[in-house]
C-alpha cells in the first residue's frame, strides 16, 4: 500500500506490504454454513504516527505479525428465521523496529503484544420474521476480550510506561421493522442498549477515550 500525501508530507517513507496466507475449509448442507478459517499474516513497513524529539509525522515503525483462526456459522430455522455465529481469536506481536524509532511509536507491550488488540471477539444473532415477514426483529450480542494499552509514554524504555487492561466487552443491539405495505416501512435501531460507557484504548495516542454509550434511532421510510 503506497503512502497517502499526507502521509509523506515532511519526510520520506516507504509503502507498506503485507504477506499473508489463508486456509478456508467451507461446509453447506441444506441451509446451514460453516466455515472455518486460519490465517498467518506480515505487515512490514507499518505507517504510523510518531513523535520525537526532532520529527512529528508519519513514518515506517516496524513489521507486525498476527495469526489466527476464524469461524462462521449460519442456518435457517422454520423457514423465516436465521440464526449466525461467528468467532475470532486472533494474536499479533510487533518487531524489527529501527534503533531510532521512539520507544512511544512502537505500539507494542514490553514482551512484544500488539497493543489494542483483543485476541478474542465474538457476535450472535438472528433475524426472526413475523406476520408474512413484514415484521423482523434482529437482535445482536457483541464480546470483546481485553484490551492492553499504554497509560503513560514510554520515553528511553518499552517498560519504563504505565499499562492498563480494558474490557472485556458485551455489547446488546436491537433492530426492529415493520412494513405497513410497500410504500411506507417502519424502523427502530438500538445501538449498546447495556449502555456500556467505559473507556475503551486510543488507537494511536496512550490513554482512553470514553464510549458513547447507548444509541437509539427510529425511522420512518416512505417509497414512490
Known sequence: MRPSNFQN?????KSETIDQVDFIW??????????????WQRLQGFLNIVAGADYNGYANSGDYYSHGLEI????????????WWNGTYGFAK?????????????RVTPNGHLLNYPDMVSNLGGTFRYLRSR???SPVIR??????????????RLDEAEYGIAGPFTYFDLHIGFDLNERINFSIYGDNLTNITTPVP?????????????YIEAKVQWHW
Open 9 to 13: 508530507s515532511g519526510a520520506t517513507v
Open 26 to 39: 467451507l461446509f453447506e448442507m441444506k441451509q446451514t454454513t460453516l466455515s472455518l478459517t486460519t490465517y
Open 72 to 83: 462462521e456459522f449460519c442456518t435457517v430455522i422454520a423457514k423465516n428465521h436465521n440464526v
Open 94 to 106: 510487533g518487531g524489527h523496529f529501527s534503533p531510532d524509532l521512539p520507544f512511544n511509536a512502537r
Open 135 to 137: 415484521l423482523f426483529i
Open 143 to 156: 464480546f470483546i476480550k481485553r484490551l492492553d494499552y499504554r497509560k503513560t509514554p514510554a520515553i528511553n
Open 202 to 214: 486510543l488507537s494511536i495516542w496512550n490513554g482512553t477515550v470514553e464510549q458513547y454509550g447507548r
